[in-house]
């Protein structure tokens, strides 16, 4: 069936409903870290077209369908070679992680193009020295920087790792590079200073415990390798085919960066790594939720060049121009039966995750349109519907109009990620479920036990009420509760 939206989307869903600008930039920042441009964009397209599933969903459909040309283009400013170029974009086209982010109404699709785009033009500038070039390169970034907070540590990686002689020849100074650097900054600040105020006046989600284990780390490469699909559904020889062939290729793709003028590739792979490894480890160090699979997605296109060049290994790089300005071409390619044997085992592993998240997509099938049809059939008048977590919802207001109150309270848009103490929260649910319900003789109940401790709401609630399942669904069981006409109000 169609794809329902998901977390994610229904938040922004709910951000771009919010009555003004002001107001969404407010809650925005108050969930750092935070990034505007999507935001912002998506309110303007809501504003015209609505906000149905399709509807929200269309600028990052446009933004993923985007990114395989700026993939072409990062790979030409990388090698100079129109084979890398057209197969880069080729391997970012068939990504299943690129395809599953291109479809959903979030800001990753925006800020991966972006990321790609920014990187090819700083390569660019690196290489013919040309002030216009420059200035390109400084525009783009500036915009990518708004997309999202990891997208200035990845052009500051890239920028610093290219002055090292890794990155090999440049005609452009360090000082030129840092005065860049500078009017990116500068350009930022506005936003940068009040999400950084934002984040140490507030409990970010970053302050969250969760230390990162091993089988993450593994699952985000399966993740890039052959797909969300592949990982949820379990399906190891895909899984196994796809990390095995990327890593060949990244290797040989090293190897490659070797040669004269094709140092971006190893700056690529390096930075690739640090964003990998980096917060992995650092959530392992320090039991802090830092390690997010999905965040190291804007590198993506760039690494496929990396894999792309590992198979096709042009033999020499762009050292100079011709005397007519023409860029030379490559003399021969050299392709390797290992190598080749390798991007076989990609394609099919690319290929099969696509079909894995065809047929069972990875976010979208929890059942909330379904249980809303219920609630319009079955709900009277006046008949109080609460839903437990209240992150929950956004997602069902998606899909059902109605009065819907989230227990312990309702979302707060502004407060995503508070942990509240679980018997606290336990008898703040009580409160406000027997002061609403107060009067009433059926009730409708939302409710997720899973994230939700123990479920001590739903056993408290038997203890007072008849409580009948009405729908059972991944994303929440509906519950019929018949109350007592004594059913008192605690308040």
């Known amino acids: 069936g169609e794809r329902t939206l998901f977390w994610d989307e229904a938040y922004h869903v709910q951000l771009v409903l919010l009555p ?7 809650a925005i920042l ?6 505007p441009l999507y935001a912002l964009l ?35 400013e990388l090698t100079l070679s129109r084979r890398v170029a057209l197969a880069s974009a080729i391997l970012v086209a068939i990504a299943p992680y690129a395809v599953e982010f291109g479809q959903e109404a979030s800001p990753y699709a925006f800020a991966t193009l972006l990321t790609t785009l920014a990187l090819a033009a700083l390569w660019r500038w690196r290489r013919t020295g040309r002030r216009l070039d420059g200035a390109l390169a400084v525009v783009v970034s500036i915009v990518a920087v708004y997309s999202h907070y990891v997208v200035p540590v990845v052009l500051t990686l890239v920028a610093f790792t290219s002055l090292s002689p890794l990155g090999g020849p440049r005609q452009v100074s360090a000082r030129a590079m840092a005065v860049a650097a500078g009017n990116v900054l500068l350009a930022w600040l506005p936003w940068l200073v009040p999400m950084l105020m934002s984040w140490f006046s507030t409990d970010a989600r970053t302050a969250l415990a969760h230390t990162a284990t091993p089988q993450e780390l593994l699952g985000a490469l399966s993740q890039y390798a052959s797909g969300t699909g592949a990982l949820i559904e ?14 060949l290729l990244v290797a040989r793709g090293w190897l490659v960066g070797g040669r004269p003028g094709l140092g971006g590739l190893r700056v690529v792979v390096l930075v690739a790594v640090a964003l990998f490894v980096g917060p992995w480890l650092a959530s392992v ?30 033999s020499e790089g762009p050292a100079t121009t011709g005397a007519a300005g023409r860029q030379p071409h490559y003399r021969r390619w050299l392709i390797s ?33 379904d249980l809303a049809y219920v609630l319009r059939a079955e709900v009277a008048t006046g008949e109080p519907v609460f839903i ?7 997602i069902l207001m998606q899909y059902w109009d109605g009065p819907l109150y989230g227990l312990p309270a309702d979302l707060d848009l502004r407060r995503l990620y508070s942990v509240e103490d679980q018997s606290v929260a336990f008898e703040r649910s009580i409160d406000r479920f027997s002061e609403i319900a107060s009067g009433a003789s059926r009730v409708w109940l939302v409710y997720e036990p899973a994230r939700e401790g123990d479920a001590l709401f739903v056993a408290w609630l038997r203890q007072q009420a008849e409580v009948m399942p009405r729908a059972s669904q991944p994303f929440g069981d509906l519950y019929e509760v018949l109350l007592p006409e004594t059913f008192p109000s605690r308040n």
């Not at 003004?20 to 407010?26: D, Q, V």
């Not at 379990?234 to 890593?247: D, F, H, K, N, T």
């Open 285 to 314: 160090i320090t039991g802090h939720w830092l390690f997010v699979a999905h965040l190291m997605l804007f590198t993506l296109p760039a690494v496929g060049v990396v894999l792309v060049s590992g198979w096709l290994a042009p």
């Open 30 to 35: 108050a969930n750092p870290p935070s990034d």
């Open 234 to 247: 379990r399906i190891r020889p895909l899984q196994l085919l796809g990390i095995a062939a990327a890593g």
């Open 20 to 26: 003004s600008t002001t107001e969404m930039l407010g």
């Open 42 to 76: 998506l309110r303007a397209w809501a504003a015209f077209a609505g906000t149905t599933d399709q509807v929200i969903r269309l600028p990052s459909v446009l933004a993923g369908a985007a990114t395989a040309p700026a993939a072409a283009w990062l790979g030409w």
């Open 337 to 369: 039966r290992p190598a080749s044997l390798a991007a076989a085992g990609l394609l099919v592993a690319q290929i099969g995750g696509l079909a894995v998240n065809a047929i069972d997509p990875p976010h979208g099938g929890d059942g909330s349109r």
């Open 388 to 394: 437990a977590p209240a992150e929950l919802q956004p």
